[in-house]
């Protein structure tokens, strides 16, 4: 098991697709041996809107109609209830012990438990029609929880490697090169790991990075990190990413920016603060 890692968490909420998600964070429960929870989060905005006089909603074969408090919440514990079947189901498949709550939002930074968890979250919502789709929330979940956050977008059996990007060294980069190396063992192998010019520049980047990563069965090789964002997505997709890991504090990058960078990208996404 990864240091420090004791459970993986699953978020789930009426809107997600939520079957990548629990398939990939039960896979990475088992082969840590650890717990998998689920928490499905209540939209307590849509809950509140049905409290409304005015609130109305448009129905297949029925037209409009008032949007009721009493409705709403039908609705999302039938949704509930579907994860929780979901989950267990994927969970007893992996042979992965498992648990499940419901809580209201707004999510907040306690909500997924404790400083030891792992979080994997569907990046993609269901379709609305044939092209619909509204946005997502695990961007704005990504700057409330400290966490190390998976966006989860290709099944399990795809290929590719394991890109990291690390902007420090220290502590917190040899975390993420732990997580990561565990990661990339469990998929293909092989890791990359670029870091910014004034780091990847030393000496002994590359020692430091073989002295951190060894014991670990990875294929590895390290360069610089474009600065130029276009550039980077372009090197990230001739190295055929599977999983991207980026490092973060509070300092950095707001969701906005790392959506940007990753938007047009296909592979999952990693942050570690």
Request: charged share 25%; with cysteine; aromatic share 6%.
């Amino acid at each position: 098991m990864t240091q420090g890692i004791e459970r993986v968490v699953v978020p789930l909420d009426a809107a997600t697709e939520t079957s990548t998600a629990i398939d990939t964070a039960a896979r990475l429960a088992a082969l840590w041996r650890v717990p998998l929870h689920g928490v499905f989060i209540e939209d307590e905005e849509l809950i509140g809107l049905a409290g409304l006089p005015f609130a109305r909603q448009v129905t297949l074969g029925t037209g409009l109609e008032p949007l009721t408090k009493d409705h709403v919440e039908d609705q999302l514990h039938a949704f509930a209830e579907r994860a929780r079947r979901e989950l267990g189901a994927v969970a007893n498949r992996h042979d992965v012990k498992w648990s499940f709550e419901v809580a209201r939002g707004p999510l907040a930074p306690d909500t997924l438990g404790g400083e030891h968890d792992f979080v994997v979250a569907g990046a993609a919502t269901r379709p609305i029609g044939d092209h619909f789709r509204v946005s997502s929330r695990c961007w704005s979940w990504i700057a409330i929880i400290a966490r190390p956050f998976l966006l989860a977008r290709r099944e399990w059996e795809t290929g590719g490697s394991v890109v990291t990007l690390l902007r420090r060294g220290g502590p917190q980069s040899a975390r993420t090169l732990d997580v990561a190396a565990q990661i990339a063992g469990f998929y293909s192998g092989t890791l990359t790991v670029a870091g910014t010019p004034d780091l990847a520049g030393s000496d002994d980047f590359a020692a430091w990075v073989s002295g951190l990563l060894e014991g670990h069965s990875v294929s590895l090789q390290t360069e610089f990190a474009a600065a130029e964002p276009a550039a980077l997505r372009q090197r990230i997709i001739e190295l055929d990413c599977r999983l991207l890991v980026l490092e973060a504090s509070e300092k950095d990058a707001q969701p906005e920016e790392l959506r940007e960078l990753v938007e047009h990208l296909a592979c999952d996404v990693l942050i570690i603060r």
